[in-house]
């Protein structure tokens, strides 16, 4: 079964730039639909970015559209999620997930396996 594991966050200040990657070490990922989900201090989890199995398909949600940008390398089974503009709401643990195969790339309700999360932190 997927085990994913995130890497990549860490402390940036407002305007700064951070490159996420989420390996699978179980499974393959090249016939998945992966999402990025991002959970708040005090907050519920929510939908970020997904990216179907070839990737020519992505989805965003309206508060990251044109500062976030998901992509993958099937080649190195990793999906990565490249942040630009960081604003200090951005801040929280963010997560990559699977999307099970009968659910569409932007349908954040439904998932399958999920990593651990890495801490994002934006701020002066």
């Known amino acids: 079964q997927s085990q994913l594991v995130e890497a990549g966050g860490g402390l940036v200040q407002p305007g700064g730039s951070l490159r996420l990657s989420c390996v699978d070490l179980?499974?393959?990922?090249?016939?998945?639909?992966m999402a990025w989900f991002r959970q708040a201090p005090g907050k519920e989890r929510e939908g970020v970015a997904c990216?179907?199995?070839?990737?020519?398909?992505?989805n965003y949600v309206d508060i990251v559209q044109g500062r976030f940008t998901i992509s993958r390398d099937n080649t190195k089974n990793t999906v990565y999620l490249q942040m630009n503009n960081l604003k200090p709401e951005d801040t929280g643990v963010y997560y990559c997930?699977?999307?099970?195969?009968?659910?569409?790339?932007?349908?954040?309700?439904?998932?399958?396996?999920w990593g651990q999360g890495t801490q994002v932190t934006v701020s002066s």
């Open positions: 990216i179907t199995p070839t990737g020519r398909g992505t």
């Open positions: 179980g499974e393959t990922l090249t016939y998945t639909t």
């Open positions: 997930a699977t999307i099970p195969a009968s659910f569409a790339c932007g349908d954040y309700s439904h998932t399958g396996f």
